[in-house]
């Protein structure tokens, strides 16, 4: 039954309320543009900002894209298609604007490109143009519409794709013409690789509806001809937008599986994990149920409001199919990824369009009954007003923080730690807050894997190479003897004392540079709760010192030449048997002195660990660092040459290790050899076979 037209006053009110309401979204969504703070799971905004940073600066645009959160290799955690994240650096680049403000204008640009086609699709669903713009003034009004429609995040342009994708799909399956096909193709393929998780909620309605013409096809009685062309029409608009999915996880997922702690994010752990998908365990969870319906209150309006409505909408028999459909869709989305909508309410960014859509028709269904029009105007208002009230006890009072983006801490680590360097993070799990703000690739430490020493051994040898100019620890691993001991040890920074720190965060720095920052942080305007630290006393004391005299060297230092001068062995100089000839047990501590020639050009240094340091699994060496440093009367040193051994994990590592050394000395320059323990100097049986500098 036909729907009673609607009068030229209503028509001019539900226009004028969308108005109201596009006028509302627009002040929202602009509001503190400028201020570079994200809120909004600033961590997640962050790490999009973070590989839009990296594009712009390495001018990389191709798939394979820095995302430098979790150590090397940068490039490892690959989750989506950066189509977003070009175009936040082209408008950037167009416009010079900052990539927050690039992106807020992709972002919104997205969102509103987005309403002609849930504009048309309403149509198709047989509710009049006028009353159409009820529907889309519910959407503008959405909390959030409003507040992630301006954030870094990718959402916004998987749902543009999406629901252009949904409209070709039925404006093809209705008519058959090519155009909507490769509008479909391009659309949903757009969709599938910017947010396959986005696309995903899309298709249950267009299978629903590809169902129903089938079903409709085969009443027919025509036989199979019919159906057919419909199912091959229906796959041919989804075809290539999964199978570019599948393409790019088969491409990506190896990447991450091989990466030290990237490989939660591979399709598996993602959807399994994080999404919760096909598991119905959070459907019966009580916790599940309270945050999702948190999210409501927070992202859409009052639960018992929404309830409310579709309730209302089911009891309407002229609107109850659409209201049924639509609210489906919605409550279906969160059933297939439980835990991502139940814990981010961004998610609802995907699927709010339906339920808002479902009281859309509500509210029409209302104009339509003989209730008095002043009560059904307020009935109309009660969910805007909801939105209303939402949207600025939450998401606006987060909006207002009057912040450019970043803390003291990410300002100094900034603007006193070398671009380019490496930043090691640990107790702040993978949030990209700190690397984005500080502007430096990092090694984050995941929750949980602080204890894993395998894990830490790996990653940060993988660092090798890397300037690594600070060690973050976040709340309670501050107090972690032994991770500070591994980490330090194996960044060449002293364990005894952070540098600075700032408020649960202590910072670390190579010892190198330890002095030179300290200086330069007191000359400098001071960071607010920034405190820097007193350098720990100096250790730097030979308890051990010995002369080696001419005779000697000669006698028992005939591997090395020039013969050392002096020595500081923790536990003497002594000889020690290995196969057939005699090394120098050089255990931890140790350090042996040489007057290099002026003309030398190179340092040849044999050293490595005893068998018996890694062959007992029970009990066995956790590496040992060997060391060449140049040293200056004036206490002034630099380092020549540094590596670790660790021969129970590296097995290339066992037996000798002979080091060709590029060396230029420096005038009055000698040379110091050193071993030094990490974790642990048990069984750290290290030897020196013999040192020659050659011209």
Excluded at 320 to 333: D, H, N, Q, S, Y
Excluded at 420 to 443: C, E, N, T
């Amino acid at each position: 039954m036909p729907a009673p037209a609607a009068s030229r006053r209503e028509n001019l009110l539900l226009a004028g309320l969308f108005a109201v309401a596009l006028i509302y979204s627009f002040h929202g969504v602009t509001y503190n543009w400028t201020k570079g703070f994200l809120p909004g799971h600033e961590f997640r905004q962050a790490q999009t900002a973070l590989i839009s940073y990296y594009i712009d600066k390495n001018d990389n645009f191709s798939l394979l894209y820095e995302t430098p959160l979790m150590g090397k290799p940068w490039v490892s955690i690959l989750l989506e298609v950066p189509l977003y994240e070009w175009a936040v650096v082209w408008v950037s680049r167009v416009t010079d604007w900052p990539h927050f403000m690039a992106a807020r204008a992709v972002s919104a640009t997205c969102f509103y490109f987005s309403l002609p086609a849930v504009w048309l699709l309403l149509g198709r669903l047989g509710l009049p143009k006028p009353r159409r713009l009820l529907v889309l003034a519910l959407i503008l009004c959405a909390p959030v519409y409003i507040f992630y429609s301006r954030a870094f995040l990718i959402d916004s342009m998987a749902f543009l794709f999406s629901v252009w994708w949904l409209l070709a799909f039925v404006r093809t399956m209705d008519e058959r013409h090519w155009p909507w096909l490769v509008l479909a193709v391009v659309a949903g393929t757009g969709a599938a690789l910017v947010k396959s998780a986005t696309f995903a909620i899309w298709l249950p309605p267009a299978a629903a509806y590809g169902a129903w013409r089938l079903w409709r096809d085969w009443r027919t009685g025509t036989g199979w001809v019919a159906p057919l062309k419909t199912l091959a029409w229906g796959l041919a608009t989804v075809v290539v937008a999964l199978g570019a999915l599948r393409v790019w996880i088969a491409y990506t997922d190896p990447i991450k599986a091989a990466h030290a702690s990237a490989w939660i994010f591979t399709s598996k752990h993602l959807s399994q994990g994080n999404w919760g998908l096909f598991d119905l365990r959070p459907l019966l969870s009580a916790e599940v149920w309270r945050n999702l319906l948190h999210c409501w209150e927070q992202a859409i309006m009052s639960r018992w409001i929404i309830g409310a409505g579709l309730l209302a909408g089911l009891c309407l028999p002229r609107v109850r199919g659409p209201v049924l459909g639509l609210g489906a869709a919605f409550f279906a989305a969160q059933a297939l990824f439980p835990n991502a909508y139940a814990y981010q309410d961004y998610y609802f960014y995907s699927c709010a369009v339906f339920v808002l859509a479902a009281l859309g028709f509500t509210l029409a269904g209302l104009l339509d009954t003989r209730c008095p029009r002043v009560v059904v105007a307020l009935l109309v208002l009660v969910p805007l007003a909801a939105q209303v009230r939402a949207y600025w006890q939450d998401y606006r009072v987060g909006q207002s923080a009057d912040l450019q983006g970043g803390i003291p801490l990410t300002d100094l680590l900034r603007e006193h730690t070398p671009e380019g360097s490496v930043i090691v993070i640990a107790g702040a799990d993978w949030s990209a807050i700190i690397p984005y703000y500080a502007q430096r690739r990092a090694l984050m430490i995941r929750n949980g894997l602080e204890h894993d020493r395998v894990y830490l051994r790996r990653a940060l040898a993988e660092l090798e190479g890397e300037k690594v100019s600070a060690l973050i620890l976040v709340g309670e691993l501050r107090q972690n003897p032994v991770f500070i001991a591994i980490a330090t040890s194996r960044l060449e920074m002293d364990a005894r004392a952070p540098t600075f720190t700032y408020q649960d965060v202590d910072v670390y720095v190579p010892k190198a540079d330890a002095a030179a920052l300290r200086s330069r942080l007191a000359q400098s305007e001071p960071y607010p709760r920034v405190t820097v630290l007193p350098a720990p006393p100096d250790v730097t004391v030979w308890q051990n010192l010995v002369s080696i005299s001419p005779a000697q060297a000669q006698s028992e230092f005939a591997a090395f030449v020039p013969a050392p001068f002096q020595a500081d062995f923790q536990f003497g100089v002594a000889w020690v048997g290995l196969g057939p000839r005699q090394v120098l047990s050089a255990h931890p501590e140790a350090n042996l002195w040489i007057r290099p020639p002026e003309s030398a050009a190179r340092i040849i240094w044999t050293y490595g660990l005893l068998p018996g340091a890694y062959e007992n699994p029970e009990s066995k060496t956790d590496g040992v660092e060997f060391v060449v440093t140049g040293e200056l009367a004036d206490g002034s040193r630099r380092r020549i040459h540094r590596r670790i051994l660790d021969p129970w994990e590296n097995p290339a590592d066992r037996g000798d290790q002979r080091e060709v050394i590029e060396y230029h000395p420096l005038p009055g320059e000698v040379l110091r050899f050193s071993t030094h323990p990490l974790e642990s100097a048990e069984r750290d049986w290290a030897y020196f076979a013999g040192i020659r500098i050659e011209p």
